[in-house]
Protein backbone atom coordinates (compact mmCIF):
# COMPACT_ATOMS: atom_id res chain seq x y z
CA UNK A 1 0.00 0.00 0.00
CA UNK A 2 1.77 3.44 -1.15
CA UNK A 3 0.14 6.49 0.92
CA UNK A 4 0.97 9.69 -1.28
CA UNK A 5 0.33 13.24 -1.66
CA UNK A 6 -0.40 15.36 -4.04
CA UNK A 7 0.34 18.86 -4.63
CA UNK A 8 0.86 21.74 -6.98
CA UNK A 9 4.93 20.81 -5.60
CA UNK A 10 4.45 17.05 -7.18
CA UNK A 11 4.05 13.73 -5.42
CA UNK A 12 5.59 12.61 -2.03
CA UNK A 13 5.06 9.33 -0.36
CA UNK A 14 4.24 9.36 3.76
CA UNK A 15 3.86 6.36 5.98
CA UNK A 16 -0.08 4.90 6.47
CA UNK A 17 -0.09 6.12 9.78
CA UNK A 18 0.09 10.06 8.60
CA UNK A 19 -3.22 9.68 6.67
CA UNK A 20 -5.03 11.61 9.17
CA UNK A 21 -2.73 14.50 8.93
CA UNK A 22 -2.73 14.33 5.09
CA UNK A 23 -6.39 14.65 4.63
CA UNK A 24 -6.75 18.02 6.95
CA UNK A 25 -4.26 19.87 4.89
CA UNK A 26 -5.84 22.00 2.06
CA UNK A 27 -2.54 22.31 -0.06
CA UNK A 28 -3.49 19.19 -2.04
CA UNK A 29 -5.12 15.54 -1.51
CA UNK A 30 -4.36 12.47 -0.88
CA UNK A 31 -3.90 9.43 -3.16
CA UNK A 32 -3.47 5.48 -1.57
CA UNK A 33 -2.68 3.00 -4.29
CA UNK A 34 -3.20 -0.98 -2.98
CA UNK A 35 -2.10 -2.93 -5.08
CA UNK A 36 -3.33 -6.00 -3.20
CA UNK A 37 -6.42 -5.73 -0.67
CA UNK A 38 -5.33 -7.17 2.82
CA UNK A 39 -5.62 -6.27 6.71
CA UNK A 40 -4.04 -2.72 6.69
CA UNK A 41 -6.18 -1.42 3.73
CA UNK A 42 -9.48 -2.53 5.49
CA UNK A 43 -8.61 -0.71 8.43
CA UNK A 44 -7.63 2.51 6.39
CA UNK A 45 -10.82 2.43 4.47
CA UNK A 46 -12.67 1.53 7.82
CA UNK A 47 -11.01 4.21 9.72
CA UNK A 48 -9.78 7.43 8.29
CA UNK A 49 -11.50 7.30 5.61
CA UNK A 50 -14.55 5.57 6.35
CA UNK A 51 -15.67 4.06 3.42
CA UNK A 52 -19.32 2.49 3.32
CA UNK A 53 -19.34 -1.46 4.34
CA UNK A 54 -20.10 -2.43 0.70
CA UNK A 55 -17.44 -0.43 -0.81
CA UNK A 56 -14.84 -2.73 1.30
CA UNK A 57 -16.41 -5.69 0.59
CA UNK A 58 -16.66 -4.80 -3.00
CA UNK A 59 -12.79 -4.17 -3.09
CA UNK A 60 -12.16 -7.63 -0.96
CA UNK A 61 -13.94 -9.15 -3.63
CA UNK A 62 -13.61 -10.05 -7.32
CA UNK A 63 -15.92 -8.33 -9.52
CA UNK A 64 -16.78 -9.19 -13.17
CA UNK A 65 -18.87 -6.38 -13.96
CA UNK A 66 -18.38 -2.36 -13.80
CA UNK A 67 -20.65 -0.64 -11.48
CA UNK A 68 -21.08 2.76 -9.75
CA UNK A 69 -22.12 3.50 -6.22
CA UNK A 70 -22.40 7.41 -4.70
CA UNK A 71 -22.70 7.41 -0.87
CA UNK A 72 -22.62 11.01 1.39
CA UNK A 73 -18.59 10.92 1.43
CA UNK A 74 -17.10 8.97 -1.60
CA UNK A 75 -17.78 7.71 -4.86
CA UNK A 76 -17.30 4.48 -5.65
CA UNK A 77 -16.51 3.37 -9.35
CA UNK A 78 -15.38 -0.51 -10.62
CA UNK A 79 -13.58 -0.73 -13.82
CA UNK A 80 -11.93 -2.95 -15.86
CA UNK A 81 -9.02 -3.10 -18.48
CA UNK A 82 -8.38 -6.14 -20.87
CA UNK A 83 -4.61 -8.28 -20.47
CA UNK A 84 -4.27 -10.93 -23.13
CA UNK A 85 -2.57 -14.01 -22.05
CA UNK A 86 -1.24 -17.60 -23.19
CA UNK A 87 -4.22 -19.63 -25.42
CA UNK A 88 -5.94 -16.59 -26.49
CA UNK A 89 -7.13 -16.14 -22.95
CA UNK A 90 -8.01 -12.51 -21.98
CA UNK A 91 -7.45 -11.52 -18.45
CA UNK A 92 -10.09 -9.30 -16.62
CA UNK A 93 -7.70 -6.33 -14.42
CA UNK A 94 -10.21 -4.82 -12.00
CA UNK A 95 -9.53 -1.36 -10.29
CA UNK A 96 -11.84 -0.24 -7.81
CA UNK A 97 -11.66 3.73 -6.92
CA UNK A 98 -13.02 5.38 -4.17
CA UNK A 99 -13.04 8.98 -5.15
CA UNK A 100 -13.26 11.51 -1.97
CA UNK A 101 -13.01 15.28 -1.71
CA UNK A 102 -9.98 15.10 -0.47
CA UNK A 103 -8.94 11.57 -1.20
CA UNK A 104 -8.54 8.60 -4.26
CA UNK A 105 -8.03 5.14 -3.41
CA UNK A 106 -7.06 2.88 -6.20
CA UNK A 107 -7.68 -0.83 -5.07
CA UNK A 108 -6.17 -3.27 -7.80
CA UNK A 109 -7.43 -6.95 -7.86
CA UNK A 110 -8.12 -9.56 -6.68
CA UNK A 111 -6.33 -10.67 -10.11
CA UNK A 112 -5.20 -14.03 -11.52
CA UNK A 113 -1.64 -15.46 -9.85
CA UNK A 114 -0.44 -15.70 -13.54
CA UNK A 115 -0.90 -12.01 -13.76
CA UNK A 116 2.07 -9.74 -12.41
CA UNK A 117 1.85 -6.75 -10.05
CA UNK A 118 3.50 -4.60 -13.01
CA UNK A 119 0.86 -5.70 -15.50
CA UNK A 120 -1.96 -4.42 -12.79
CA UNK A 121 -0.90 -2.14 -12.23
CA UNK A 122 0.22 -0.41 -15.17
CA UNK A 123 -2.23 2.70 -15.26
CA UNK A 124 -1.52 4.33 -12.12
CA UNK A 125 2.48 3.26 -12.46
CA UNK A 126 2.35 5.39 -15.23
CA UNK A 127 0.05 8.32 -14.09
CA UNK A 128 1.89 8.56 -10.75
CA UNK A 129 5.38 8.72 -13.62
CA UNK A 130 3.78 11.51 -15.38
CA UNK A 131 3.10 13.48 -11.90
CA UNK A 132 7.16 12.81 -10.92
CA UNK A 133 8.17 14.03 -14.02
CA UNK A 134 6.30 17.45 -13.74
CA UNK A 135 4.01 16.33 -16.63
CA UNK A 136 0.75 16.21 -15.36
CA UNK A 137 -0.83 17.95 -11.73
CA UNK A 138 -4.21 17.30 -10.99
CA UNK A 139 -6.07 19.45 -8.76
CA UNK A 140 -8.06 17.11 -7.07
CA UNK A 141 -9.11 13.53 -6.77
CA UNK A 142 -11.74 13.59 -9.75
CA UNK A 143 -8.86 14.68 -12.22
CA UNK A 144 -6.47 12.39 -11.10
CA UNK A 145 -9.10 9.50 -11.36
CA UNK A 146 -10.40 10.93 -14.86
CA UNK A 147 -6.55 10.61 -15.80
CA UNK A 148 -6.54 6.66 -14.60
CA UNK A 149 -9.70 5.84 -16.47
CA UNK A 150 -8.32 7.45 -19.34
CA UNK A 151 -5.54 4.76 -19.34
CA UNK A 152 -7.72 2.39 -19.00
CA UNK A 153 -9.59 3.32 -21.89
CA UNK A 154 -6.62 3.27 -24.28
CA UNK A 155 -5.66 -0.02 -22.79
CA UNK A 156 -9.07 -1.24 -23.94
CA UNK A 157 -8.07 0.54 -27.56
CA UNK A 158 -4.89 -1.01 -27.79
CA UNK A 159 -6.52 -4.30 -27.05
CA UNK A 160 -8.51 -3.54 -30.24
CA UNK A 161 -6.09 -2.43 -32.14
CA UNK A 162 -3.52 -5.65 -31.57
CA UNK A 163 -6.69 -7.38 -32.96
CA UNK A 164 -6.59 -5.61 -35.85
CA UNK A 165 -2.99 -5.75 -36.67
CA UNK A 166 -3.23 -9.62 -36.11
CA UNK A 167 -6.29 -10.21 -38.66
CA UNK A 168 -5.03 -9.02 -42.28
CA UNK A 169 -2.78 -12.21 -42.28
CA UNK A 170 -5.27 -14.44 -40.66
CA UNK A 171 -7.84 -12.48 -43.66
CA UNK A 172 -5.28 -13.58 -46.46
CA UNK A 173 -4.69 -17.63 -45.32
CA UNK A 174 -8.72 -17.18 -45.57
CA UNK A 175 -8.85 -15.84 -49.17
CA UNK A 176 -5.49 -17.95 -50.41
CA UNK A 177 -5.78 -20.27 -53.31
CA UNK A 178 -4.24 -22.87 -51.85
CA UNK A 179 -6.81 -23.54 -48.66
CA UNK A 180 -5.35 -26.41 -46.16
CA UNK A 181 -5.42 -27.31 -42.62
CA UNK A 182 -8.82 -25.08 -41.77
CA UNK A 183 -8.91 -26.18 -38.14
CA UNK A 184 -6.23 -24.30 -36.83
CA UNK A 185 -7.05 -21.11 -38.88
CA UNK A 186 -10.76 -21.48 -37.22
CA UNK A 187 -9.58 -21.54 -33.99
CA UNK A 188 -7.08 -18.53 -34.56
CA UNK A 189 -10.34 -16.53 -35.83
CA UNK A 190 -12.65 -17.44 -33.30
CA UNK A 191 -9.85 -16.78 -30.38
CA UNK A 192 -9.62 -13.20 -32.20
CA UNK A 193 -13.16 -13.44 -31.73
CA UNK A 194 -13.04 -13.50 -28.13
CA UNK A 195 -10.65 -11.03 -27.57
CA UNK A 196 -11.94 -8.46 -29.30
CA UNK A 197 -15.62 -9.30 -27.55
CA UNK A 198 -13.72 -8.62 -24.51
CA UNK A 199 -12.25 -5.64 -24.70
CA UNK A 200 -15.41 -4.58 -26.66
CA UNK A 201 -17.68 -5.30 -23.63
CA UNK A 202 -15.52 -3.83 -21.15
CA UNK A 203 -15.47 -0.28 -23.38
CA UNK A 204 -19.52 -0.42 -23.38
CA UNK A 205 -19.65 -1.16 -19.71
CA UNK A 206 -17.32 1.52 -18.87
CA UNK A 207 -19.24 4.00 -20.99
CA UNK A 208 -22.68 2.99 -18.92
CA UNK A 209 -21.02 3.99 -16.07
CA UNK A 210 -19.14 7.06 -16.86
CA UNK A 211 -22.68 7.99 -18.10
CA UNK A 212 -24.42 7.45 -14.98
CA UNK A 213 -21.91 9.70 -13.12
CA UNK A 214 -23.06 11.97 -15.18
CA UNK A 215 -26.74 11.98 -13.59
CA UNK A 216 -25.75 12.12 -10.18
CA UNK A 217 -26.16 15.74 -9.60
CA UNK A 218 -26.55 15.22 -6.13
CA UNK A 219 -23.19 13.12 -4.77
CA UNK A 220 -21.24 14.56 -7.93
CA UNK A 221 -19.69 18.30 -8.56
CA UNK A 222 -19.65 19.61 -12.21
CA UNK A 223 -16.21 19.50 -13.01
CA UNK A 224 -16.42 15.29 -12.33
CA UNK A 225 -19.60 15.35 -14.44
CA UNK A 226 -17.37 17.25 -16.93
CA UNK A 227 -14.56 14.74 -16.25
CA UNK A 228 -17.35 11.66 -16.61
CA UNK A 229 -18.35 13.07 -19.90
CA UNK A 230 -15.39 12.91 -21.63
CA UNK A 231 -14.38 9.63 -20.24
CA UNK A 232 -18.16 8.13 -21.40
CA UNK A 233 -16.82 9.52 -25.18
CA UNK A 234 -13.69 7.52 -24.46
CA UNK A 235 -15.02 4.88 -23.91
CA UNK A 236 -17.89 5.10 -26.42
CA UNK A 237 -15.11 5.85 -29.14
CA UNK A 238 -13.32 2.31 -28.46
CA UNK A 239 -16.60 0.32 -28.20
CA UNK A 240 -17.37 1.73 -32.12
CA UNK A 241 -13.85 0.92 -32.65
CA UNK A 242 -14.12 -2.62 -31.45
CA UNK A 243 -17.73 -2.87 -33.38
CA UNK A 244 -16.29 -1.73 -36.77
CA UNK A 245 -13.72 -4.81 -36.22
CA UNK A 246 -16.08 -7.56 -34.86
CA UNK A 247 -17.98 -6.84 -38.04
CA UNK A 248 -14.64 -7.24 -40.26
CA UNK A 249 -13.77 -10.43 -38.63
CA UNK A 250 -17.49 -11.25 -38.78
CA UNK A 251 -16.95 -11.18 -42.76
CA UNK A 252 -13.73 -12.91 -42.31
CA UNK A 253 -15.64 -15.80 -40.89
CA UNK A 254 -18.33 -16.43 -42.81
CA UNK A 255 -15.61 -16.67 -46.04
CA UNK A 256 -13.93 -18.99 -44.22
CA UNK A 257 -17.45 -21.13 -43.63
CA UNK A 258 -18.94 -20.83 -46.65
CA UNK A 259 -15.25 -22.22 -48.81
CA UNK A 260 -15.09 -25.02 -46.04
CA UNK A 261 -18.80 -25.26 -46.49
CA UNK A 262 -18.36 -25.28 -50.84
CA UNK A 263 -15.25 -27.55 -50.25
CA UNK A 264 -17.42 -30.20 -48.29
CA UNK A 265 -20.21 -30.14 -51.16
CA UNK A 266 -18.13 -30.42 -54.31
CA UNK A 267 -16.44 -33.55 -52.41
CA UNK A 268 -19.63 -35.16 -51.44
CA UNK A 269 -20.73 -34.37 -55.13
CA UNK A 270 -17.94 -36.03 -56.68
CA UNK A 271 -18.18 -38.97 -54.38
CA UNK A 272 -21.57 -39.24 -55.39
CA UNK A 273 -20.12 -39.18 -59.29
CA UNK A 274 -18.02 -42.11 -57.77
CA UNK A 275 -20.57 -44.08 -56.11
CA UNK A 276 -23.09 -43.66 -59.09
CA UNK A 277 -20.27 -44.85 -61.73
CA UNK A 278 -19.29 -47.91 -60.12
CA UNK A 279 -22.98 -48.93 -58.75
CA UNK A 280 -23.77 -50.97 -62.05
CA UNK A 281 -20.46 -52.56 -62.37
CA UNK A 282 -20.59 -53.88 -58.62
CA UNK A 283 -24.20 -54.97 -59.37
CA UNK A 284 -23.54 -56.81 -62.45
CA UNK A 285 -20.07 -58.07 -61.56
CA UNK A 286 -21.82 -59.54 -58.48
CA UNK A 287 -24.55 -61.32 -59.95
CA UNK A 288 -22.27 -62.59 -63.08
CA UNK A 289 -18.77 -62.93 -61.64
CA UNK A 290 -18.80 -66.32 -60.41
CA UNK A 291 -20.65 -67.96 -63.99
CA UNK A 292 -18.27 -66.17 -66.82
CA UNK A 293 -14.73 -67.24 -65.37
CA UNK A 294 -14.03 -70.72 -64.24
CA UNK A 295 -11.06 -73.06 -64.02
CA UNK A 296 -12.92 -75.47 -66.97
CA UNK A 297 -13.05 -72.65 -69.59
CA UNK A 298 -14.92 -69.04 -69.78
CA UNK A 299 -17.33 -68.10 -71.78
CA UNK A 300 -15.38 -65.02 -73.46
CA UNK A 301 -18.58 -63.93 -75.45
CA UNK A 302 -20.94 -63.54 -72.90
CA UNK A 303 -17.61 -62.14 -70.74
CA UNK A 304 -17.12 -59.34 -73.60
CA UNK A 305 -20.96 -58.81 -73.45
CA UNK A 306 -21.39 -57.66 -70.12
CA UNK A 307 -17.88 -55.65 -69.76
CA UNK A 308 -18.99 -53.87 -72.82
CA UNK A 309 -22.56 -53.25 -70.72
CA UNK A 310 -20.47 -51.38 -67.78
CA UNK A 311 -18.59 -49.62 -69.84
CA UNK A 312 -21.65 -48.12 -71.74
CA UNK A 313 -23.07 -47.52 -68.17
CA UNK A 314 -20.41 -46.14 -66.74
CA UNK A 315 -20.09 -43.75 -69.70
CA UNK A 316 -23.79 -42.90 -69.86
CA UNK A 317 -23.70 -42.22 -65.73
CA UNK A 318 -20.85 -39.66 -66.18
CA UNK A 319 -22.62 -37.92 -69.13
CA UNK A 320 -25.74 -37.87 -67.34
CA UNK A 321 -23.54 -36.02 -63.89
CA UNK A 322 -21.33 -33.67 -66.22
CA UNK A 323 -25.14 -32.31 -67.24
CA UNK A 324 -26.05 -32.03 -63.57
CA UNK A 325 -23.03 -29.93 -62.69
CA UNK A 326 -21.63 -32.38 -60.61
CA UNK A 327 -18.00 -32.21 -62.28
Request: proline share 5%; aromatic share 8%.
Amino acid sequence: MQVSFVSADGITDHAPGELESLLARTDGFVWVDVPDYDDDAEALLAGPLRAHPLVRQACAERNFVPTVHAYERHLFVILHAPLTGEGGHVHVLELDEVIGERYLVTVHGPRNPVVTLEDATAETRAVRARIEAGRLAPDNPYELAYTVNSAIARRQSAAVREVAARLPALEAEVMAPDFRRPEGLLEQLFLLRHELSTARTMAAQGYDIQSRIQSLDRFVPGEARRYARDLADQFERVRNLGDGEMGFLVGVIDLYQTRVTTKMTVAMERLAVIAAITLPITAIASIYGMNLIGNDGTDVPHLLLVLAVMVAMSLWLLRWARRQGWW
